[in-house]
């Protein structure tokens, strides 16, 4: 069954630094999406991408953050300067267009900042 | 605005006792979606169910059945005779079938299945 892959599963940063996320969609599939999840907490919408472009992005998504899809199977999440409270679980997903039939989590990143 | 709750934070049961975890929903898009993740200790989340608006059946997939009741804006899930296995975190979300479709997660059930 296809898969949403994410990479590194596990990552630790130092504060004030730049970290990419990376992410390779289901390869059909249009609409790209990233959430974060606070150890402990729900997990929470971020941006979503369809068309080389952002479509929708929570307040949450400020200027510290980016995406990219610089290669058509890449799918990256940048942060600038890492601060403490980035520290959370980044899930990639994908889905193809029409409905949301098909949506695809990836198994997420693990981001510690320290 | 999307709003999905679910009232208990933590619930424990002995192995083989039924468990319903609950779901409620707000949303004032006619079209929308449910789902049903789990997401044990390793982190992941793992797709349980997906309903759409329209469809109001309730469902059974082996020990798990969903109950769906648009005039209470509910999404309910039983575990039927709990086992170990089933301890995780549950997390019902909605998503709006015009906007996006971007997904509103609820806080979470962590369901503690002791033996």
């Known amino acids: 069954e296809p898969e949403v892959t994410q990479t590194p599963s596990h990552q630790v940063t130092q504060m004030g630094q730049e970290v990419i996320l990376r992410c390779v969609p289901i390869s059909n599939h249009l609409y790209f999406y990233w959430y974060r999840q606070i150890l402990g907490q729900k997990v929470e919408f971020l941006v979503s991408?369809?068309?080389?472009?952002?479509?929708?992005k929570s307040e949450i998504f400020d200027d510290q953050f980016s995406v990219e899809r610089p290669d058509g199977s890449n799918f990256t999440l940048k942060i600038r300067s890492t601060k403490l409270e980035d520290s959370a679980m980044y899930f990639c997903?994908?889905?193809?267009?029409?409905?949301?039939?098909?949506?695809?989590f990836g198994s997420g990143t693990r981001l510690t900042v320290v | 605005a999307q709003k999905v709750t679910q009232a208990q934070t933590e619930i424990s049961v002995v192995e083989k006792e039924d468990v319903t975890l609950d779901c409620v929903y707000e949303t004032r898009d006619t079209t929308y979606y449910l789902f049903w993740y789990k997401q044990p200790p390793s982190g992941e989340l793992v797709f349980l169910i997906r309903?759409?608006?329209?469809?109001?059946q309730n469902e059974i997939s082996g020990r798990y059945s969903w109950n769906f009741q648009k005039s209470t804006s509910s999404f309910n899930f039983t575990i039927t005779a709990s086992q170990v296995v089933d301890s995780a975190v549950y997390f019902c979300?909605?998503?709006?079938?015009?906007?996006?479709?971007?997904?509103?997660f609820g806080p979470g059930t962590r369901l503690s299945v002791l033996p």
């Open positions: 997903a994908s889905r193809p267009g029409g409905s949301s039939y098909g949506y695809t």
């Open positions: 991408f369809y068309n080389n472009e952002i479509s929708e």
């Open positions: 309903r759409n608006s329209f469809d109001e």
């Open positions: 979300a909605l998503s709006e079938a015009l906007i996006g479709q971007n997904f509103v």
